[in-house]
């Protein structure tokens, strides 16, 4: 059973906008560096995003800047990832991750454990 859950996926068209989150029913997000991560249809996984338990620090991959953001909300135990702007290549299944090292990082051997991940399908 994954200790981490992700919602949010769907079918969007080019240009449009969906919203992620990443919640446990139970583990305390508040205290992990949560990332997110993609894999696209014959590709390996790769790191879209990361933030620190503070939610001060933040990263991106560069295809994804200025088009994606991440948050995190404590009190309600989850993260999100904002979409927007969302492209043909962005097709994939994310998936969040939590790590307990301290950075923020889109290396995933760095996070501990995972979502099974949700999916996201951009096409007209």
Same mark, same amino acid.
């Given at each position: 059973?994954?200790?981490l /859950?992700e919602?949010?996926g769907? =079918?969007v068209q080019p240009g *449009?906008? +969906? !919203?992620l989150?990443?919640?446990s029913p139970? /583990?305390a =997000?508040?205290?992990?560096?949560? *990332?997110w991560f993609?894999?696209? #249809?014959g590709?390996e !996984?790769e790191? /879209?995003s990361?933030i620190d #338990?503070? *939610?001060?620090? &933040?990263?991106? &991959?560069?295809?994804v800047?200025?088009r994606? &953001?991440?948050? !995190?909300?404590? !009190?309600?135990?989850?993260?999100f =990832?904002q $979409?927007?702007? =969302?492209?043909p290549?962005d &097709? ?5 991750a939590?790590s307990?090292?301290? $950075?923020?990082t +889109?290396t995933?051997e760095?996070?501990?454990f995972?979502?099974?991940g949700?999916? /996201?399908?951009?096409?007209?």
């Amino acid at each position: 059973q994954s200790r981490l /859950v992700e919602s949010g996926g769907g =079918l969007v068209q080019p240009g *449009g906008s +969906l !919203r992620l989150s990443c919640g446990s029913p139970g /583990v305390a =997000l508040e205290f992990y560096y949560i *990332g997110w991560f993609r894999q696209a #249809p014959g590709k390996e !996984r790769e790191g /879209v995003s990361c933030i620190d #338990p503070y *939610g001060d620090k &933040t990263g991106y &991959t560069d295809s994804v800047k200025g088009r994606f &953001t991440i948050s !995190r909300d404590d !009190r309600a135990n989850k993260v999100f =990832l904002q $979409m927007n702007a =969302l492209k043909p290549e962005d &097709t994939g299944v994310y998936y969040c991750a939590a790590s307990t090292r301290n $950075m923020c990082t +889109l290396t995933e051997e760095y996070y501990d454990f995972w979502g099974q991940g949700t999916q /996201v399908t951009v096409s007209s």
